[in-house]
Structure formats: structure tokens, C-alpha cells
């Protein structure tokens, strides 16, 4: 991912962002944005140049859709085919409250696989979606989804009903994504047409439900999921290393670990 040079942009969100420079410096490969509003969007996170950099945080009291306050814990970019073709920028954010239970899990399969790192535990294929799996039933996230490019909503639904679907999970539990995939492309049903760049797609989680929301010149909630396997695939897709849907993400996700425990 590019960095930027520019040392101000105005941007306009509908969440406000976290202040925590040096902390979020240490775990972002993207560099910090500033700007020169002192309302909104006073630090975001550059995913890729083509869009709009990503708050830092999202707050329970901007967007009611989460539980609670969410801090920005990784960023990458979605790309497919073998030229690497760019698709989206992804943001994963946890709920600060529950952020603790990250690093705690992860201690724990330290004890268990003696001798092994935070590295080796999230690079290996197999352990790897077990931890992550066992994390996203224990903290709330969000995943936010935003096209380098436009595209429409029958893309954004079929990318993920096709991965969610392809997924070593959904071998294991076939019904319950089955069901899972069903609600979600209900979801998506009523919603046609167009997603320009740098709109974005908001798939949240309360380690039980998923909803889904749009946000384009406004926030739209789409629907909501009550298959808790689906919040549980999904993580796993991004963050496991066993074909992760970003390997930029994954790898962030492995620095901000390691940093936590």
C-alpha cells in the first residue's frame, strides 16, 4: 500500500476518531491523516490511495448499529486474480471494551503449544482458525468494506456468499453457513444498482449477530444475520492463514497482536 504525502485532508464521516496517535502509529502499516477540522475526522488510517483514509475509531454514540465504541486494530486490501487486482480496502475493528480478550486467548494457546510465538500460532493453517475462531466468539467487531472502484451490490453480495461458502469452516458446518448464507443474501435483497468508490459496507458482529449496513451519502441498515456461524467464518476468512481473503490484513493482524501480549 502507498503512503501518502499529503499532510492534510478534509474528510467528512459519520463517525468521530480516536486521538491515541502513538499507539495507533505503532500498529498501522498506513500512514496517520490529519486534517484541520477539530470536529470530525481528525485521524484516519491511509488503506490505499484511491480512497478516503479510515477513522481510527467508531463510536457507539455516531453509529447505533454497534454495542459499543470500536477502535481500528488492522487495515489491508482485498485484491483477487494472479495480477493482484485491487477490489477493496478493509478495516477490522474490535470493541475497546473487549479488546483485553484479544491478547488473552492468544496467551492461552501460548501455554498450550509451548515453544511457538504469536507469529507461529497465526501462520500456522490450522491453529490459526481455531484462535481466530475462538476469538470472534468472544469480541464484537466490525469489518468495514470500502471499494477501490465502483461496483454494485450483486458484487459485494456474491464475493461474500462465495467466500463464506468456500471456506474450510463451511465444510465442517455445512448447515448452519448454509442457513447463515441464506439470511445473508436476504439481506441484500430490495438493495440493486450501484456502489460507487468509496462507499462502504459495514458487517458488524456481537459475537452472535451479524448486521449489515450501507453507508453512502447517509447510514442505512440493511439487515441482520442471527446464524452465529457467520460471525465466526467471517473472522476466520480475514484473519486465519489458511487462504486469508486479505493477506495485508492478516499480516497487520499479526503486528497488533504482537504488540498486545
Do not use: C
Not at 503512503?3 to 502499516?29: Q, Y
Not at 503449544?113 to 475462531?133: P, Y
Not at 489458511?242 to 495485508?248: G, I, R
Amino acid at each position: 500500500m502507498g503512503m501518502r504525502s499529503a499532510p492534510f485532508v478534509s474528510r467528512k464521516s459519520l463517525f468521530t476518531t480516536s486521538s491515541a496517535v502513538g499507539a495507533a502509529a505503532t500498529v498501522f502499516t498506513g500512514s496517520l491523516i490529519f486534517n484541520d477540522k477539530s470536529v470530525r475526522s481528525l485521524e484516519g488510517v491511509d488503506v490505499d490511495s484511491s480512497i478516503d483514509p479510515f477513522p481510527t475509531a467508531v463510536t457507539q454514540k455516531e453509529n447505533k448499529l454497534i454495542g459499543s465504541d470500536h477502535k481500528l486494530v488492522a487495515t489491508g486490501v482485498r485484491s483477487v486474480t494472479f495480477i493482484s487486482f485491487k477490489v477493496y480496502g478493509v478495516g477490522l475493528y474490535v470493541a475497546t471494551k473487549d479488546e483485553g480478550k484479544i491478547a488473552s486467548t492468544v496467551k492461552e494457546y501460548l501455554q498450550k503449544h509451548e515453544g511457538k510465538s504469536v507469529a507461529d500460532l497465526l501462520n500456522d493453517k490450522e491453529i490459526s482458525q481455531q484462535l481466530v475462531d475462538d476469538i470472534a466468539q468472544k469480541v464484537p467487531y466490525a469489518v468495514r468494506i470500502t471499494p477501490v472502484r465502483n461496483t454494485d451490490f450483486g458484487h459485494l453480495r456474491d464475493g461474500l456468499t462465495k467466500s463464506i461458502l468456500a471456506s474450510p469452516m463451511a465444510k465442517t458446518i455445512k448447515q448452519e453457513v448454509g442457513e447463515g448464507v441464506e439470511q445473508l443474501r436476504q439481506v441484500f435483497l430490495g438493495f440493486k444498482g450501484s456502489v460507487p468508490k468509496n462507499h462502504t459496507l459495514w458487517v458488524i458482529s456481537d459475537t452472535k449477530n451479524v448486521s449489515v449496513s450501507y453507508e453512502g451519502k447517509k447510514l442505512t441498515e440493511m439487515g441482520v444475520i442471527n446464524e452465529p456461524s457467520i460471525a465466526r467464518v467471517l473472522l476466520v476468512l480475514y484473519l486465519s492463514n489458511a487462504k486469508p481473503l486479505s493477506e495485508s490484513l492478516r499480516k497487520n493482524f499479526v503486528s497488533y497482536v504482537e504488540g498486545q501480549v
